[in-house]
């Protein structure tokens, strides 16, 4: 199944996609570039700031395959991290321990194939860091909500929640669809009593920072644009 993904990135080229980004980064720099996007173009300021990162320089010019093929890797670490965090902390099964590489490969395999246009999802660059890359940080960030509930050691509990509340912020900055996604995981916290395990003050800025990331991309002045 991954084979051909993996080959057809090779085949991908910048020529698919726009040049908007490596153009305007080259004359404003990463800087203005983040302030001119909000302005004129839209709030979704994560998406903005990843995706300059790799055009800078032209580098995605020079290596267009190389996103799909990170990406893909990514999410088939962040979903085997998922499963291991599920198996240890709810599930317990020493079986579904060793057969976690696998699982994790046909979990990744079937929600590919569940996505309305899988060559914009992983081989478009505009739209694969828009839409793919939040999918694995939301991962990783239900993994670290689990670990977060049912961890006891200190250490692990703070690290945490330093990347929960960061996650909650950044996702929010990559496209409106994922407010809502954000908001469904605040509302589980409840729901399963995850917000008993933290203090009020913490669950009171991960709320500041979910209104906060998602107001800054709904009233961007370049929505209006």
Same mark, same amino acid.
């Given at each position: 199944?991954?084979?051909?993904?993996?080959?057809?990135?090779?085949? %991908?080229?910048?020529?698919?996609?726009? $040049?908007?980004?490596?153009?305007?980064?080259?004359?404003?720099?990463?800087? @203005?570039?983040? &302030?001119?996007?909000?302005?004129?173009?839209?709030?979704?300021? #994560?998406?903005? $700031?990843?995706?300059? *990162?790799?055009?800078?320089? %032209?580098? !995605? $010019?020079?290596?267009?395959?190389?996103?799909?093929?990170?990406?893909? !890797?990514? %999410?088939?670490?962040?979903?085997?991290?998922?499963? /291991?965090?599920?198996?240890?902390?709810?599930?317990?099964?020493?079986?579904?321990?060793?057969? *976690?590489?696998?699982?994790?490969?046909? $979990?990744? #395999? !079937?929600?590919?194939?569940?996505?309305?246009?899988?060559?914009?999802?992983?081989?478009?660059?505009?739209?694969?860091?828009?839409?793919?890359?939040?999918?694995?940080? +939301?991962?990783? &960030?239900?993994?670290?909500?689990?670990?977060?509930?049912?961890?006891?050691?200190?250490?692990?509990?703070?690290?945490?929640?330093?990347?929960?509340?960061?996650?909650?912020?950044?996702? %929010?900055?990559?496209? &409106?669809?994922?407010?809502?996604?954000?908001?469904?995981?605040?509302?589980?916290?409840?729901?399963?009593?995850?917000?008993? @395990? +933290? /203090? @009020?003050?913490?669950?009171?800025?991960?709320?500041?920072?979910?209104?906060?990331?998602?107001?800054?991309?709904?009233? #961007?002045?370049?929505?209006?644009?």
């Amino acid at each position: 199944f991954f084979l051909p993904l993996i080959v057809l990135s090779f085949f %991908n080229h910048a020529c698919t996609d726009d $040049y908007f980004c490596g153009v305007h980064l080259n004359d404003l720099g990463i800087g @203005k570039y983040q &302030e001119y996007i909000y302005t004129e173009c839209g709030g979704r300021f #994560a998406a903005t $700031y990843i995706g300059s *990162l790799f055009t800078e320089n %032209n580098f !995605l $010019y020079s290596h267009y395959y190389l996103h799909s093929l990170l990406l893909l !890797l990514f %999410n088939a670490l962040s979903v085997f991290f998922l499963f /291991s965090v599920v198996n240890k902390y709810l599930l317990k099964d020493a079986s579904i321990k060793k057969m *976690l590489a696998t699982l994790s490969l046909v $979990y990744l #395999a !079937l929600t590919i194939c569940s996505y309305p246009e899988p060559s914009t999802f992983l081989f478009w660059f505009s739209s694969a860091i828009t839409y793919h890359l939040p999918v694995i940080l +939301v991962q990783l &960030e239900v993994a670290l909500l689990i670990m977060l509930y049912h961890t006891q050691k200190t250490y692990i509990e703070i690290i945490c929640s330093v990347l929960v509340a960061l996650l909650m912020f950044f996702i %929010n900055g990559f496209n &409106e669809l994922f407010i809502t996604v954000q908001f469904l995981l605040l509302a589980a916290m409840f729901y399963f009593g995850v917000h008993k @395990k +933290v /203090s @009020k003050s913490y669950l009171i800025l991960l709320i500041i920072l979910f209104i906060s990331s998602g107001v800054i991309v709904i009233a #961007a002045p370049g929505n209006q644009v």
